[in-house]
């Protein structure tokens, strides 16, 4: 074939009504649709993301339930939690705190 016989070719199947409305329809639902493939792809994104974050929460669930059931099962730990959080000190206790850089 020579390069004007590819043209009338090319020209011929771009101008045939059935592969021209093909092509617009298949651009619409790529690009335009609801369900594009830009959105899916997006979408696909933001729930891997949120996939990621409930699985730092969950494993932050657990570790401060481990925390409570330990505050509430021995005093000694309370107390030294009071202390270290909350700066709590006993009756005629001096208290120093010492800040690190």
């Known amino acids: 074939m020579t390069g004007n016989q590819k043209i009338k070719t090319t020209f011929r199947i771009i101008k045939n009504k059935f592969i021209l409305t093909g092509l617009l329809f298949f651009t619409w639902l790529i690009l335009f649709d609801q369900n594009s ?22 494993l932050e669930i657990e570790s401060n339930r481990l ?35």
Do not use: C, G, T
């Open 37 to 58: 493939i830009v959105d899916r792809i997006s979408l696909a994104r933001r729930n891997s993301e949120l996939q990621e974050q409930k699985k730092h929460y969950q």
């Open 67 to 101: 925390k409570m059931e330990e505050l509430h099962s021995d005093p000694e730990h309370l107390e030294k939690y009071a202390r270290e959080q909350y700066l709590m000190k006993k009756p005629n206790e001096e208290l120093f705190i010492v800040i690190e850089e």
